[in-house]
């Protein structure tokens, strides 16, 4: 545990950014478990779906994979979630015809979980537009100020025109909701792509053109070169050489390093006592290894999950310091601002409330803030800031409730950004620090 990320304990509040992890590793599952109604589709899978359900469940429990995104988790949801014991999972969204399969089991929690519906399906091929398919998005707490945004999701299957439109459409809506949600985060994708490389007409190559991903199978497993030759998997494949459709892409962020140290068909793992397979598809495991930067750390998240994600990460320059705060706020807080000593101001929120500003010293830092949440038209918003520099200054905005807590700067360290989520007031804020 680094000396320099022991927090100050401030006296009869809540300090939230104790002495923080700067390194770890967490592993994923990436599995569709073809829960599709045995009536409708036995997926070529021998034996009773339930039972094969319970044992998959089973199996998260034994191998305890620290996230596991499903996919096709329909008609026998239940019997999975019976036999793992993962302590985070989402609420099923409906069997077929009414949910999406979508599902994660985490040992971490998170915020911010939403589920999206492809804007586009297709029945050219396959039944994609039975049930309302699409992907999921959450920001995994894996350690205290440590996040990243998890996304699952199961695109559209055939190779008919039209399912090329709509797969390609499903992939490029990903990319553009990424490019929206998740500015400046780390990011781990994966899922049902049913997408291969040697398929140009998909888009599978959005991910890392667009949002600057890597495929962890291409980078692991394929010498870091996008396949060009269509290779097929047995099930369970015992090699990891080959291509499937089911994918892992990730990227690191500013404030946090991330890198792919691990690849594998888990496959032989996920088999019947006799042998025979769990699911049409062969599970992916991938193991990541984290690093938290010494320039640049967050806070948590306060507040709700509305309004439109910010993050200043990308702009902030080498060195910062604050050299103004400015809040607008009455009722509640309509908007945080600061300025650096670069010239480079950040503004977040709205044009309502009262403006107040504090302009630091030279060698003045803002080193905490406290914020109080309340609900507003039944969400939560943040309703009140109160800033305390290093000389013990503060600046206050907004209407104090009784649900607060205190975010302090590593010792050394200061506020210079924001990130969360804002319309015209600040509905979700965590604060970015550097050292100075
Ligand atoms: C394994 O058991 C299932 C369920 O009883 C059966 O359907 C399947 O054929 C068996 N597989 C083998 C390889 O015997
Ligand atoms: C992958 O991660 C798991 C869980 O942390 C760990 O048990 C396993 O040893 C790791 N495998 C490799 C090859 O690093």
């Not at 948590?300 to 809040?327: A, R």
Request: glycine share 8%; hydrophobic share 35%; with cysteine.
């Amino acid at each position: 545990m680094s000396s320099l990320l022991l927090n100050l304990a401030v006296a009869s509040l809540v300090a939230s950014f104790t002495a923080a992890a700067s390194n770890g590793d967490f592993n994923i599952l990436s599995f569709n478990v073809a829960g599709l109604p045995s009536i409708l589709n036995d997926n070529d899978v021998p034996g009773d779906k339930a039972t094969n359900a319970g044992t998959i469940g089973t199996l998260f429990t034994k191998y305890d994979y620290d996230v596991i995104h499903v996919q096709e988790d329909f008609a026998y949801h239940a019997d999975i979630y019976a036999t793992d014991d993962h302590a985070y999972r989402t609420a099923t969204s409906g069997t077929a015809g009414v949910g999406s399969g979508l599902n994660t089991l985490s040992n971490f929690d998170w915020v911010d979980f939403t589920r999206v519906k492809w804007a586009t399906c297709s029945d050219a091929s396959g039944d994609d537009c039975l049930t309302p398919k699409g992907f999921t998005f959450m920001r995994v707490l894996l350690s205290e100020g440590v996040y990243v945004d998890f996304y699952n999701l199961h695109a559209d299957a055939g190779t008919e025109a039209d399912d090329e439109t709509a797969r390609a459409a499903n992939l490029q809506q990903v990319a553009d909701y990424i490019d929206t949600w998740s500015i400046g985060n780390s990011v781990v994708l994966y899922g049902d792509t049913n997408s291969r490389y040697t398929r140009a007409l998909d888009g599978i190559t959005v991910f890392e053109t667009q949002n600057s991903l890597t495929d962890a199978w291409v980078e692991l497993e394929n010498g870091g070169v996008n396949p060009t030759v269509l290779t097929l998997c047995d099930n369970p494949s015992l090699i990891n050489t080959c291509e499937t459709v089911d994918k892992v892409f990730y990227r690191g962020s500013k404030q946090l390093s991330l890198t792919g140290t691990y690849f594998n068909y888990e496959s032989s793992k996920f088999l019947q006592s006799n042998g025979s397979i769990l699911s049409d598809h062969n599970p992916i495991t991938v193991n990541f290894t984290w690093t938290t930067s010494d320039s640049l750390l967050q806070s948590e998240l306060y507040g709700g999950p509305h309004g439109t994600w910010f993050n200043d990460i990308e702009s902030i320059p080498s060195s910062p310091k604050t050299s103004v705060i400015t809040f607008r706020g009455a009722s509640r807080l309509d908007s945080v601002a600061l300025t650096l000593t670069s010239g480079t101001t950040f503004t977040h929120g709205g044009t309502g409330g009262t403006s107040t500003s504090l302009t630091l010293e030279s060698s003045e830092y803002w080193t905490s803030a406290q914020l109080c949440q309340g609900q507003y038209n039944s969400e939560t918003r943040n309703f009140y800031i109160l800033a305390t520099t290093s000389t013990g200054r503060t600046l206050v905005s907004g209407t104090a409730t009784s649900d607060c807590t205190t975010f302090t700067a590593p010792t050394g360290w200061q506020i210079v950004g924001y990130m969360g989520q804002d319309g015209d007031e600040i509905d979700q804020l965590a604060f970015i620090y550097a050292p100075y």
